[in-house]
């Protein structure tokens, strides 16, 4: 019997408008859901980025403000350091940003000159992080790396500024063959110790004007080198300045004089490192006095070239043997000496030996007559030696040889208690520093012979390591140096002996081919000195201010001797002593070239001995 089939009731259509129903709210949520990850996205694509092209847009007109020095670089064209491989990844982001936005470097204003920024920058609050160094500067805060600040990025010259001099030594001087003298990384023949004068070891025949490759050979064993410029605490440049002036000096025209010079300018002036702080951050050194570098005109008769009066050379840093009391782009340092030691060991059993040598002479002076000079006090000098039984002269005039052996200068040297340094041709002389080595106080008699000079390497309180006699007491009042010397006690002449001994690490230059353990040497200082200015500079950028207000550069000497923290320039007992003519333009007069030229015909003498 079939079942009969029932007729729809109630209960079923209400199951089925229920199932309509279900479905109807599964698309009312699908829908909202739609819709708010729609909103989601738009808020996503749409108003952050209106938000962040809004805060590009203040970063780039922050980036571009003329106010800041220097502007930013692009650094995508700058390797990556050495060391310091935790930065590769931040490098490359900000170079990735900077090169859809790239900013050019404009140089730096002609007025503004080393640690002098004449106006202030007037953001109330700096963007430190638009300054190119600011990289630089954030490595002094790594307490875990032991180079933080101390960078040294160097240029790679074409060979023609340094190497390509060396191959043609022949024609480095008229009358030196230079070829002996570049040799062992600059030291020149090792000399022996035949007389029992020298240690046995690290002495050679140095030229006194071979800086320029003895430093070069030794920033090649500094242990903070770099190829990434942005963490750079300075850029060294090495260009053989001296050896390039040397060669052209005599019988060659300005274009020639100038040529290297402005070609160096040019290279480097095209150089993405150039713009991190136009140049303020550039170092280089120079074996020669400051004045074969100042030819103040283009007469043909004029002394030099004018690589320290270029634009972009008066916002580098140059190191030579004598600067310049009235400009503020050079800066002294030593003379090399006959001693370069490899090892700390070397120094410390030198150092030992000098305190225990007997010392037979009160004073003693190497050095020759200037008779074509009326304002010279040499001739008494050499006439006080001769007529004194303490005093011990060693006459350097024509026929002497005795004058031109280190053997016999450094004995006379190691024999006396105070050795005599006047000027020479110009204010300084090499001389000052083979008698400090040895052990014997210096006597001066114009603060341009070291002490406005050598600011970084010797103490501000001269009187602790040295004698200053003024000219005018030999020239005017021909006071006797015996008495004077002979009234200082023998405790003093101890205590300042003692200083002099202890200074001897950083007036010498240690061996290029290897590195001094714990000692600073000479190229130690010097390089910590660059390095300080540059890191001051850029911190005052940031802060607005400059080092010095109202700086005249005219007064250069005085600011070298300020303590930490002055600030202000006043009357100073040397003025009379730096009151020198200028010119028309401000600058040192002719004087200045004929002294670089007397110092030269003095060399053509010395090697005719």
Same mark, same amino acid.
């Given at each position: 019997m079939r079942r009969r089939l029932g007729v729809s009731g109630p209960s079923e259509k209400m199951d089925k408008g229920s199932g309509k129903n279900q479905q109807n709210r599964l698309c009312l949520l699908a829908s909202l859901s739609a819709f708010f990850w729609i909103l989601l996205l738009y808020f996503h694509f749409v108003v952050l980025a209106n938000s962040n092209v809004t805060e590009s847009t203040q970063l780039q007109s922050n980036l571009i403000n003329p106010e800041m020095i220097p502007t930013l670089v692009n650094r995508h064209s700058l390797t990556q350091p050495l060391t310091k491989k935790a930065t590769e990844s931040s490098t490359v982001n900000e170079s990735t940003q900077l090169q859809s936005n790239p900013v050019h470097p404009e140089p730096l204003p002609s007025h503004l000159t080393n640690d002098q920024v004449t106006e202030p920058l007037k953001s109330a609050t700096p963007q430190t992080e638009t300054y190119p160094f600011i990289r630089a500067l954030k490595t002094i805060e790594n307490k875990t790396d032991p180079c933080g600040g101390r960078y040294i990025y160097v240029h790679d010259l074409p060979p023609r500024f340094n190497e390509d001099m060396l191959k043609e030594c022949k024609s480095l001087s008229l009358w030196t063959n230079m070829c002996k003298f570049t040799s062992n990384a600059g030291l020149g023949p090792p000399l022996e110790n035949v007389e029992g004068v020298f240690s046995n070891t690290g002495w050679y025949a140095t030229n006194q004007f071979?800086?320029?490759?003895?430093?070069?050979?030794?920033?090649?064993?500094?242990?903070?080198?770099?190829?990434?410029?942005?963490?750079?605490?300075?850029?060294?440049?090495?260009?053989?300045? $001296?050896?390039? @002036?040397? #060669?052209?000096?005599? $019988?060659?025209? @300005?274009? #020639?004089r100038d040529a290297a010079s402005l070609d160096l300018v040019d290279w480097l002036t095209k150089r993405p490192e150039w713009g991190i702080m136009g140049g303020k951050d550039h170092f280089l050194v120079a074996g020669r006095i400051t004045w074969d570098f100042r030819r103040l005109s283009d007469e043909e008769s004029d002394w030099g070239n004018k690589l320290l009066f270029l634009p972009a050379a008066k916002n580098m840093s140059m190191l030579v043997v004598e600067s310049s009391p009235w400009n503020a782009n050079d800066f002294g340092i030593p003379y090399p000496t006959y001693f370069h030691p490899a090892k700390d060991a070397d120094v410390i059993s030198w150092q030992e030996r000098m305190r225990n040598l007997e010392r037979k002479w009160l004073f003693s002076f190497a050095g020759a007559p200037r008779a074509d000079n009326p304002k010279s006090i040499r001739g008494q000098i050499i006439d006080q030696c001769r007529n004194s039984k303490v005093g011990k002269l060693l006459e350097c005039d024509f026929g002497e040889s005795k004058c031109h052996s280190p053997s016999s200068i450094m004995q006379m040297f190691q024999s006396s208690l105070f050795c005599l340094q006047p000027q020479g041709d110009s204010y300084t002389r090499r001389s000052a520093f083979d008698s400090m080595l040895a052990g014997c106080i210096p006597v001066f008699f114009h603060p341009g012979s070291a002490y406005t000079q050598y600011t970084w390497h010797l103490p501000k309180n001269y009187s602790t390591y040295s004698v200053f006699i003024p000219e005018d007491d030999i020239r005017k009042r021909n006071i006797s140096l015996e008495e004077r010397l002979s009234e200082i006690s023998p405790e003093q002449v101890k205590i300042m002996r003692e200083n002099v001994i202890r200074l001897i690490p950083s007036l010498i230059y240690a061996d290029p081919r290897s590195k001094l353990e714990t000692l600073k040497d000479s190229f130690d200082v010097a390089v910590q000195a660059v390095i300080d200015k540059v890191t001051r500079l850029r911190r005052n950028i940031i802060e607005g201010h400059t080092e010095y207000d109202n700086f005249v550069e005219e007064n250069s000497w005085k600011y070298a001797l300020l303590d930490e923290g002055q600030r202000e320039v006043g009357a100073h007992e040397w003025d009379p002593f730096f009151s020198k003519p200028k010119d028309a333009n401000g600058e040192s007069n002719s004087s200045s070239a004929e002294a670089a030229k007397n110092s030269w015909k003095n060399e053509q003498r010395d090697q005719a001995q």
């Open positions: 071979a800086v320029d490759v003895i430093f070069n050979n030794r920033m090649k064993q500094y242990e903070c080198l770099t190829h990434d410029s942005s963490i750079a605490a300075a850029i060294f440049v090495p260009f053989y300045a $001296g050896f390039d @002036i040397a #060669r052209y000096l005599w $019988g060659h025209n @300005i274009s #020639r």
